[in-house]
DNA sequence: GTCTATAACCGGATAGAC
DNA sequence: GTCTATCCGGTTATAGAC
């Protein structure tokens, strides 16, 4: 649909920097395709029109579907950890959730491919995402849950599940972007708006939060 | 993988029990194929070996892939409604939500492929189960809604959105099994047994319960 | 580095014997 | 009703001109 960057070689210095720029674009445009129709339904061909570069010269950055698959993958991982730290920037489990929820979030709303693709790849078993969750997301969660588990020894909140209550933040922030479909016809057949998204940002928030134990003042109105 | 009820003609009596059971075989594995590979991933010729029934019998059965799909679709939306009644047995609020979320919770559990079929048709815009969406699914929802604000104006529970309650439950719930290849990995490499399951029903239900307002005698142990 | 044309392959669907 | 063999369209990947 758009124009690649350059056609025919402009030979000389620019030569990287475009190369940068199709490999975003091809990647931007990967994203939502295989968001949308999971890695075997979405076609080199298809890909190659959304991001308007040739479907050959697809081939010339990503070697095959596969590699580019994997490096779309790659991206959606970092995207996680990068909401990730938001739990840590404080001591106060409230505050701590509070930040996580929002930040997880603004990413489902922000990023919504890269949270579809996250989910397809679930769905289909994990295949090429398994060694991330071993490596990086087990060791972050089992982190995670002694800080919760500290926080509950010293009476700062109820004695839930913290995997349990992980589990739910993750399913409930994600939904915004897995089942936009269905929000959008159950909201009438409309997008949310920004008004709507931050109303629901605050009621999962303060759904949560009471619903651990640290009922406080997490509200705006 | 598994051998045809009958092969070649046993002409005579039992052969419409013998096209159910056949068809029924196909649904099954139909599900599971489309569930983990979604509609263009799964292949005529997996569903027919997993179902054990030869391809072009297949296509006795359903006329092409796509009718096959959306029959498989169509077992998934009657699959929800089935659980959707639990809402309603009850006019305490807390009794109505602990008994659909454990419902939810039930089926997500014994019933994940359908699940994850549903899911793998959100993500993919919701092209075959649209219809489904207005015609069923909004109602339900805009009835129950109601049925919520009407708790919350006698006093009965917090003034949440019921929308963000709804959705947080239905992402909660179908997490256990949409995303069940990560919890398999969080779980050190095992699938939760089943009292870690029971766990972590109980636990989803307090949390949200307490979440609402509605923090009273709801746990087991 | 880029693009057009094509090779090689695979999957859905059908024809036709039994 | 069931099964084997086959056709045809579509997809990935590459060869080779520019």
Sequence with gaps: MNKPVSTKKTAGLGQKRNRDVNTKRILTAAEQCFA??????????????????????????????????????????????????????????????????????????????????WAMEMLSGAPVIDGYLQGALKPWLDQRTRKIEHWISQGKMDAIDPRTLFYMIWATTQHYADFSQQIYVLNDNKALSDGQFEQAKQQVSQIILVGVGLGGETFDD
């Design 36 to 117: 949308q129709l999971g890695f075997k339904g979405a076609t080199m061909q298809a890909i190659a029109d959304l991001s308007g570069i040739p479907k050959a010269n697809l081939h010339y950055y990503f070697s095959s579907k596969e590699v580019l698959y994997r490096k779309v993958i790659e991206d959606v991982c970092e995207h996680w950890l990068a909401a990730a730290h938001f739990f840590d920037e404080t001591d106060d489990p409230a505050e701590a959730l509070a930040g996580y929820i929002g930040a997880k979030m603004d990413q489902a709303r922000n990023r919504p491919n890269g949270s579809k693709v």
